[in-house]
């Protein structure tokens, strides 16, 4: 493989289908060049910094196993200096060295196996009402549903369990996300009425104001809630230090952010999967049955759901939510033949990791039973990153899409409209660009694919 750097009009050219299309730039890339690829700095403005493509366990392991030499960027437009643009984005993913620690220590506690456990019934009871809602024999956007399934999850388990103080505020966050990646927003960051930036601006003011009425709130009674915002106020570290309202915004959006979009698109993928692959559906229905026998699982009951778990895990391998992550290098790193310079930014590929056919035979093939026989290390499977800076809502997005999978599964049929065109666009997750058309029926057992276009042909092998 050519380990030179690629330079000059050949490196724009990549950035520019880097922008376009992440995870096809970056497999033509470890295709056409090997594991690590590094794409020099563009002479005429940006990208100015030195980035490198490293796929695969080892790198990984090296980039994520050591934030001291690997720092997290921003996914997100900074906003002005001092704006609550920065503040809002300003949370665990942002943060570094002892500050990450002292924080991360602070949020930890909701997201511990028995916090999580207790917003069982939350979750199934969210799920419920959804399902009342559904009509057999209709069409619905199975995308745009599960993102409004996982928001009102995510708004009552952070922000608050009755609805009508919550959803207000999930939407604002919704709608921040929106606008935070609007194609006009990067296109013309500059800060002059009737922008698409200033919009952002004013917008993150918005929310910051609700966010802080909601802590004062909560700070003139403490023990009266008992959501996650309510636990990070009352949080306090080793040295009895709590968080700043300023912290307690950037760690509330941040976690709302985690919890909402990579589980709404894990489910989507999941529910797409499991309906172009009858064989497995029949499977995971008889197991269903078994356990389950037609009721919402309980949380004793949630660890007997073994292929459950196996077909999450294989979806989160085939179609990983988040497909790739960005790491700087603080100091001069030495990565295979190459000496990284401080400040270039790595690119660490979950989606190619996962596609390794020597860590998994037939990677495009969606075949949950093979997790029966194999234990991936946390650099060779790594949905929720790896290293020390780990998502700590893995266990809470675990535990969302085991009940509302098994919810939902005993009660509909799921069948995608056939012709359907299904890409992928990639922003802060990889989710289906133009949604996820599908029809849904009383669950008849009557499994079959439809054919479906797109890029996903070329992601995952259908029967």
């Not at 700095?41 to 690997?70: I, S, Y």
């Not at 999580?116 to 619905?140: A, E, K, N």
């Not at 200033?198 to 966010?211: F, S, V, Y």
Request: glycine share 6%; net charge positive; with cysteine.
């Amino acid at each position: 493989m050519n380990t030179a750097p690629i330079t000059g009009f050949e490196a724009a050219r990549e950035y520019l289908n880097l922008l376009h299309d992440p995870v096809a730039a970056m497999r033509s890339l470890y295709e056409r060049r090997g594991p690590l690829v590094v794409l020099g700095p563009v002479a005429l403005g940006e990208p100015t910094k030195l980035h490198v493509l490293a796929v695969g366990p080892e790198f990984n392991r090296q980039v994520f196993g050591d934030p001291a030499k690997f720092r997290p960027t921003g996914l997100f437009l900074r906003g002005p200096t001092n704006s609550a643009q920065r503040r809002v984005r300003f949370g665990l993913t942002r943060m570094t060295g002892e500050q990450h620690r002292q924080q991360r220590q602070l949020v930890m506690p909701p997201f511990h196996k028995t916090a999580v456990r207790s917003y069982h019934d939350l979750m199934t009871g969210i799920t419920t009402q959804m399902l009342d809602r559904w009509r057999p024999g209709q069409r619905y956007d199975i995308y745009s549903e599960m993102r409004e399934l996982t928001l009102q999850i995510a708004s009552a388990v952070l922000f608050s369990h009755d609805p009508a103080e919550a959803l207000p505020l999930g939407r604002l966050v919704e709608e921040w996300l929106r606008r935070s990646f609007a194609g006009p927003v990067w296109l013309f960051p500059v800060n002059f009425p009737g922008t698409p930036y200033r919009g952002l601006i004013r917008h993150a003011e918005k929310m910051e104001e609700r966010i802080l009425a909601m802590i004062a709130k909560r700070r003139r009674s403490p023990e009266a809630h008992n959501d996650v915002l309510s636990l990070l106020i009352r949080a306090r570290d080793d040295e009895n230090h709590g968080m700043t309202d300023t912290e307690l915004v950037g760690q509330t959006t941040i976690l709302f952010m985690a919890s909402f979009e990579t589980t709404a698109s894990a489910l989507t993928w999941t529910l797409f999967l499991l309906a172009q692959h009858p064989a497995v559906m029949h499977e995971l229905m008889g197991e269903l049955d078994a356990v389950l026998g037609g009721k919402a699982p309980t949380p004793e009951q949630l660890p007997q759901l073994k292929f459950l778990s196996c077909v999450i895990q294989e979806s989160m391998r085939v179609l990983p939510p988040v497909p790739y992550t960005v790491r700087a290098a603080t100091r001069y790193v030495k990565m295979g033949p190459h000496t990284v310079p401080t400040g270039a930014r790595i690119f660490c590929s979950h989606y190619l990791t996962h596609h390794l056919p020597d860590i998994y035979p037939e990677p495009e093939r969606f075949r949950p039973e093979r997790w029966r026989e194999i234990e991936p290390n946390q650099y060779e499977y790594l949905p929720f990153s790896a290293g020390p800076r780990m998502c700590i809502g893995a266990m809470f997005a675990t535990q969302l899409l085991q009940i509302s999978l098994a919810t939902m599964l005993q009660r509909f049929r799921f069948t995608v409209v056939p012709e359907t065109r299904i890409d992928r666009a990639v922003r802060i997750t990889m989710q289906p660009r133009h949604g996820l058309p599908m029809m849904i029926f009383e669950n008849d057992r009557k499994f079959a694919a439809s054919e479906v276009r797109g890029q996903i042909r070329g992601m995952v092998t259908l029967p």
